[in-house]
């Protein structure tokens, strides 16, 4: 699937289907554009209504972190970071203003 790259802003959540695999993409701070399946793996919420803290997607449902690269955590208010297992990905080239994606 290719996206213009300006259809996915800084800190902006874009649901995407490729391969008939739903996930997310979405530009942290940093400027790169990271994934995650489209359904939280904890209780089924939708990614899409998620919001992004500095480069990391955070689960709108409970709080749930994703870093772009398979790894999904929850911080708790003392900020620990607790991990909580892997995630599905995409394999993500941005070149002439275009996002490329592909499944792994």
């Given amino acids: ?23 997310v993409v979405w530009r942290g701070d940093d400027g790169r554009v990271r994934s995650a ?11 899409a209504e998620g919001y992004v803290v500095g480069d990391e997607l955070v689960c709108a449902g409970h709080g749930w972190g994703f870093d772009g690269a398979g790894h999904a955590f929850k911080r708790n208010e003392l900020g620990r970071v607790d991990p909580k297992g892997s995630v599905p990905v995409l394999r993500i080239e941005e070149h002439d203003a275009i996002i490329e994606l592909h499944s792994i």
């Fill in 37 to 47: 399946p489209r359904i939280c793996p904890h209780l089924d919420h939708d990614l």
């Fill in 1 to 23: 699937m290719r996206l213009p790259a300006k259809a996915v802003g800084a800190g902006e959540v874009r649901a995407v289907d490729v391969d008939g695999a739903g996930f």
